[in-house]
């Protein structure tokens, strides 16, 4: 059934987004580094947790598999989650650990800096018989990241929910969101974020990562396509203000972005994400439908866009009648 625009309807099946949910430090001021900050406001944030809200928000059913810690911060975490009508039966509270705190700047050129607080932190500490494995094997799609791959027990109960949810017949989505400072090493990241690669349907990429997987400084097609694997349905690589491009196994093309007053990039690329994959859990013969598709990744760079509009990745994430109208006023 298709919406306005021809944007198809939002899907009914349930998406579970696993990974971590932290809060993000973010200036009063823009501009400015961590140093020079005269203060913080509180931002919740954490990839794959933006994903099951924006998916919520768009009207999708959504849930969330991680670990928070026992503390004031995870308990609001959890409530936001809630309050945007994320389920999170698949949360654990850790009692020794807390919940993870990121400082992040947006530097003059809007670019972001990150310092993080996870020594450990409780979303690392997650056990493989934590799980909800009830609540994976409903799902239709299966969202998640590469920070729950950088240390035990957490890695393990990534590769465990990823296998529950791949014998149930779960769509794998991932995003590997790169954030260098917290791995051992740029080798080190890029062998663990490639380990799972083959196991993923739909994998999407930024322009940067794009460029730390292959080591290439090239973003063009040759360069996206020494990504591809023969499992995958779909491989997306995010361009920013330039839009974003799809590969499949029949056909590639890109899709341009809309333009706005962009004010902080947080969140942008979980908001794609999570439009996307709200317009695909009940049917996924749109990523063989080159026409469909290419209204649905409107329709998910749409989305993106709204998101840079304000500060934080929550708080700016759109509902679908914003998106909506972005793409009728274009």
């Known amino acids: 059934m298709a919406l306005n625009n021809g944007v198809p309807a939002t899907g009914t099946g349930l998406i579970v987004s696993f990974g971590e949910m932290l809060i993000d430090f973010v200036p009063t001021v823009s501009g400015v580094s961590l140093a020079e900050a005269p203060g913080f406001l509180k931002a919740p944030g954490g990839a794959p947790a933006n994903v099951a809200i924006a998916v919520s928000r768009l009207g999708g059913k959504a849930a969330f598999v991680g670990k928070l810690g026992d503390d004031e911060f995870g308990h609001m975490l959890a409530g936001i989650l809630k309050e945007n009508g994320v389920r999170a039966d698949g949360i654990t509270f850790d009692q020794g650990a807390r919940t993870a705190l990121a400082f992040v700047t947006l530097r003059a050129d809007g670019e972001r800096e990150f310092m993080f607080y996870r020594n450990p932190s409780a979303d690392m500490l997650l056990k493989p018989e934590e799980l909800n494995l009830e609540l994976i094997r409903s799902a239709k799609v299966f969202h998640y990241g590469s920070i729950s791959l950088i240390v035990e027990p957490c890695r393990s109960a990534h590769l465990k929910a990823m296998e529950v949810a791949k014998e149930a017949g779960c769509l794998l989505s991932y995003d590997p969101n790169l954030r260098l400072p917290l791995w051992p090493s740029p080798e080190e990241a ?45 491989l997306l690589v995010t361009l920013g203000e330039h839009g974003s491009r799809y590969y499949t196994e ?25 439009a996307l994959l709200s317009k695909i859990v009940d049917d ?11 209204e649905v990744l409107k329709y998910a760079n749409a989305c993106g866009a709204i998101t840079t509009t304000q500060k934080g990745a929550i708080p700016a994430l759109p509902k679908e009648e914003d998106a909506l109208k972005l793409i009728k006023g274009a």
């Open 190 to 234: 890029r062998k663990q974020i490639l380990s799972i690669w083959e196991k993923a349907d739909l994998i999407k990429v930024s322009d940067v990562e794009l460029e730390f997987l292959t080591g290439s400084d090239k973003i063009d097609d040759e360069s996206a396509l020494s990504l591809w694997h023969p499992n995958l349905k779909l």
């Open 284 to 294: 996924q013969s749109i990523l063989e439908d080159e026409p469909r598709l290419r």
């Open 250 to 274: 029949n056909f590639k093309g890109s899709v341009d972005a809309f333009h706005v007053n962009t004010v902080d990039t947080t969140g942008a690329g979980d908001s794609f994400v999570g």
